[in-house]
């Protein structure tokens, strides 16, 4: 059964620096998701891209955050600065239409 | 402000009996619900959706029924069984029926506990 996947599984870095986090989308999918979840608090929704764009944003989603889909089957989020409130599981989900489909999600930890 | 709510955090049930799980909502503009199954350390997982012309969807074990008028949506597992333990979280959209512009909007999650 197709699935998303995301790498990598765990991710530490220093505050300040940048992090890219991958994500394989499930192939004829055409909607594409990033979610994150911070410890203990809600899965809440970052960004959706549709057709080599940005279609919707959360006020989460600032300057310091990017996604491209950089080849027919790769989707990256791109975290230019990290801060230590970005800590938290991430992520990505892809759809056809309403149904979502979520990978197993990158934590990510800035210390 | 939470839009959607799932109100208990958590429900013990024994195997064999009927999971009960319930979500409200507050914003009349959702018109697709989904219902996600999470383990810990683990993506969540699609169990069931419905949409807002429906009030019941059914699939094996679990059934999802929509009350409207009340902002209700229930998620039914019946028999319930040690392998549903799980946290179940319900989801909302305002995307367009049969498109998928629309963000997910999730709940706290209930963490089902089912007993042998």
């Known amino acids: 059964e197709p699935e998303v996947t995301q790498t990598p599984s765990h991710q530490v870095t220093q505050m300040g620096q940048e992090v890219i986090l991958r994500c394989v989308p499930i192939?004829?999918?055409?909607?594409f998701y990033w979610y994150r979840q911070i410890l203990g608090q809600k899965v809440e929704f970052l960004v959706s891209f549709y057709n080599n764009e940005i279609s919707e944003k959360s006020e989460i989603f600032d300057d310091q955050f990017s996604v491209e889909r950089p080849d027919g089957s790769n989707f990256t989020l791109k975290i230019r600065s990290t801060k230590l409130e970005d800590s938290a599981m991430y992520f990505c989900?892809?759809?056809?239409?309403?149904?979502?489909?979520f990978g197993p999600g990158t934590r990510l930890t800035v210390l | 402000d939470q839009q959607v709510k799932q109100n208990s955090p958590s429900l013990s049930v024994q195997e064999g009996r009927i999971s009960i799980l319930n979500c409200d909502y507050t914003?009349?503009?959702?018109?697709?619900f989904l219902w996600y199954k999470k383990y810990p350390a683990e993506g969540p997982t699609f169990l069931i959706s419905?949409?807002?012309?429906?009030d019941k969807n059914e699939d094996g074990r679990f059934t999802v029924f929509l009350n409207k008028s009340a902002k209700h949506l229930s998620l039914h597992i019946v028999p319930s069984q040690p392998g549903d333990s799980a946290v179940y979280f319900c989801?909302?959209?305002?995307?367009?029926?049969?498109?998928?512009?629309?963000?997910?909007?999730f709940g706290k999650g209930t963490k089902l506990s089912v007993k042998p």
């Open positions: 989900a892809s759809s056809v239409y309403n149904e979502q489909f």
């Open positions: 914003n009349s503009m959702f018109d697709y």
């Open positions: 419905i949409s807002s012309i429906k």
């Open positions: 989801a909302a959209s305002g995307g367009t029926y049969g498109g998928s512009q629309g963000n997910l909007i």
């Open positions: 192939s004829n999918h055409l909607y």
